[in-house]
């Protein structure tokens, strides 16, 4: 069985530019959660998208979007990005919406200057 | 709003011996989950343990169980026979069913493990 696996490791980009980081969930699972996690601090829920479609949201601004693919793999896409953006990006999966417990991924570190 | 607080910021144990690590949640609903999840330097968040609020037995895993004190919204993690691989932050998470397992996170403890 494949775990949670998201790219790229880390990422340098500069304010104003736009990033895209990438999510294929456990085998099996369809629900898949996003979070930000600021240095020294939990996670924060960005959104989830349950069969391609988002499914709850956390108080995350507009420029914070995402994608579910047919085989349940996942995009978080950022626009304009501002400096406070830098943080661990983890991506979760559950095999099944109200199946209560989420499998992470190792993250991809953004850095934004 | 549901909250998680975890009030140790760093705790220490001594290889071998057991560490208590604190959480209290507030919430109003009453179908839930309590999780502890660790997050050791290669930021991995790995699952330690699950709690379902309506069971009233303690789980446990292997060196790892929990007190779940419902009443008081008070979920600690006992780490028994500790380990240099147990040194991580330590997250406690609660997730309402109705909600799609959407977690929400305390602010981590760190422990380190003394040999």
């Known amino acids: 069985e494949t775990g949670v696996t998201q790219s790229p490791t880390h990422l340098i980009k500069t304010r104003g530019q736009q990033v895209t980081l990438r999510c294929s969930s456990q085998?099996?699972?369809?629900?898949v959660s996003w979070y930000q996690q600021a240095l020294g601090q939990g996670p924060q829920f960005i959104f989830q998208y349950y069969r391609e479609e988002e499914n709850g949201r956390g108080n995350f601004p507009p420029r914070f979007s995402g994608l579910q693919f047919p085989n349940y793999s996942s995009e978080l896409n950022v626009n304009a990005l501002e400096l406070d953006d830098s943080a661990l990006y983890l991506c979760a999966s559950n095999r099944d919406w109200g199946t209560d417990t989420q499998y992470f991924g190792p993250g991809t570190r953004l850095t934004v200057l | 709003a549901q909250t998680v607080t975890q009030s140790q910021p760093e705790m220490s144990v001594q290889e071998a011996e057991t560490v208590t690590l604190s959480c209290t949640y507030d919430?109003?609903?009453?179908?839930?989950?309590l999780f502890w999840y660790k997050q050791p330097p290669s930021r991995q968040m790995i699952l330690v343990i699950r709690?379902?609020?309506?069971?009233?037995q303690n789980a446990t895993e292997n060196r790892f169980s929990v007190n779940f004190q419902k009443a008081a919204k008070s979920f600690s993690l006992k780490i028994s026979d500790s380990q240099l691989g147990d040194a991580a932050m330590y997250f406690c998470?609660?997730?309402?069913?109705?909600?799609?397992?959407?977690?929400?996170f305390g602010t981590g403890t760190r422990l380190a493990v003394r040999p």
């Open positions: 085998s099996g699972h369809n629900t």
């Open positions: 709690q379902e609020a309506y069971k009233q």
């Open positions: 919430t109003s609903e009453s179908d839930y989950y």
């Open positions: 998470a609660y997730t309402v069913k109705s909600s799609g397992d959407k977690l929400t």
